[in-house]
């Protein structure tokens, strides 16, 4: 197991993250000069904490475009999952043809798989509100533990705000360097202690919270430990996630949402129009 102690992070005595390592991980999409140097920092940093915060992957207008796309499907769709937690759709790209522009959008997926390192291929899109009032926190889990996945290494999620989500309104938080924890067994988003009961040492480890204006993303590991906060406001909070594991990835045979109506048999690889490779993606 990886000790979660040695991270070498600075918090102020308030208990804030120094500003210097807080900056470190938020960068903007476009950064303005050395542009190399930038995108190396920021892979760098994913790859040493398990998650990165991305600025303006779309712009105000996109977002907002969006987002009345998001409003109008859930208008008109049973959700997977309705709780005071989440309201939750999955593979919204499959049924809606805006949405759908979103999750195969090409620049974030060139900006997952640049992070990740290896060649990246679509697992599937969630569409996430925490409608305004959702009371309950989306409680500290690690995503890779509910994927029937044999051979991903690198899965990522890209987690675009498509309202502003401060952290009243339920941004996410990140435990940095928890992607190193694997073999955790299967934990419930509802379940306030759930993975500090499997990994105890995780509960001291600092909890980096990164509110998002409207188009801006967070990148998280498939094993990097996160967690949102309740919906305390008046509106709901809206994002996107885009899912994507390596494009090696095969099928376990464990039961899952996504696989359960196609006929994969253990071993079977993820491929086809359902799991497109992000180089097919248009830029
Ligand atoms: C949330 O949007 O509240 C949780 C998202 C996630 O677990 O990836
Ligand atoms: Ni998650």
Same mark, same amino acid.
């Given at each position: ?9 600075? =918090?102020? *005595?308030?208990?804030?993250?120094? +500003?210097?390592?807080?900056?470190? =991980? ?12 930038? $995108?190396?920092?920021?892979? &760098? ?5 398990? !998650?990165?915060? #991305? ?11 969006f987002r009345?796309?998001a409003?109008?499907f859930r &208008?008109?769709?049973?959700s997977y999952r309705k709780d005071?937690i989440l309201d939750q759709h999955v593979n919204v ?6 949405l759908?522009?979103l999750t ?20 599937h899109d969630q569409l996430l509100v925490k409608t305004?009032?959702d009371?309950?926190a989306t @409680?500290?889990? %690690?995503d %890779?533990?509910?994927?029937?996945? $044999?051979?991903?290494?690198? /899965?990522?999620t890209a987690w675009i705000a498509l309202v502003?989500v401060?952290? &009243?309104r339920g941004c996410m938080? =990140? ?12 934990? @419930?988003l509802?379940? %306030?202690?759930?993975? !500090? +009961?499997? #990994? ?5 480890? /600092? ?5 998002l204006?409207?188009?801006?993303c967070t !990148?998280h590991?498939?094993?990097? $430990?996160h =967690?949102a906060?309740?919906n305390?406001?008046?509106?709901d909070r809206i994002a996107q996630g885009i899912i ?18 196609? @006929? ?6 993820? +491929?086809?129009?359902? !799991? /497109?490779?992000?180089? *097919?993606?248009?830029?």
């Open positions: 197991m990886y000790p979660v102690s040695a991270l070498a992070l600075n =918090f102020d *005595s308030a208990g804030r993250l120094a +500003e210097a390592e807080a900056a470190a =991980f938020d960068v903007a999409a476009e950064p303005a000069g050395g542009a190399r140097d930038a $995108a190396c920092a920021a892979t &760098e940093q994913y790859r040493r904490y398990g !998650f990165l915060k #991305v600025r303006g992957v779309l712009s105000e207008q996109q977002a907002a475009y009345d796309a409003v109008a &208008e008109r769709t049973p005071a790209w499959r049924s809606d043809d805006v759908r522009r195969l959008n090409g620049r974030i997926a060139a900006i997952a798989q640049r992070l990740a390192g290896v060649a990246l291929r679509l697992w305004a009032g009371s309950r @409680e500290f889990h %690690q %890779q533990p509910y994927w029937p996945h $044999a051979g991903a290494s690198q /899965p990522i502003d401060p952290v &009243e938080s =990140f435990l940095p360097g928890s992607h190193r924890q694997r073999d955790v067994p299967r934990h @419930e509802d379940q %306030q202690c759930g993975l !500090f +009961e499997l #990994v105890p040492e995780l509960e001291w480890a /600092p909890r980096v919270t990164l509110p204006r409207a188009g801006d !990148f590991h498939g094993r990097t $430990a =967690f906060g309740p305390l406001t008046g509106e994507y594991t390596d494009a090696a990835t095969r099928f376990s045979g464990g039961r899952h949402v996504v696989t359960k109506s196609l @006929e994969l048999q253990p071993g079977d690889p993820l +491929e086809g129009e359902l !799991f /497109p490779l992000v180089s *097919s993606l248009p830029g």
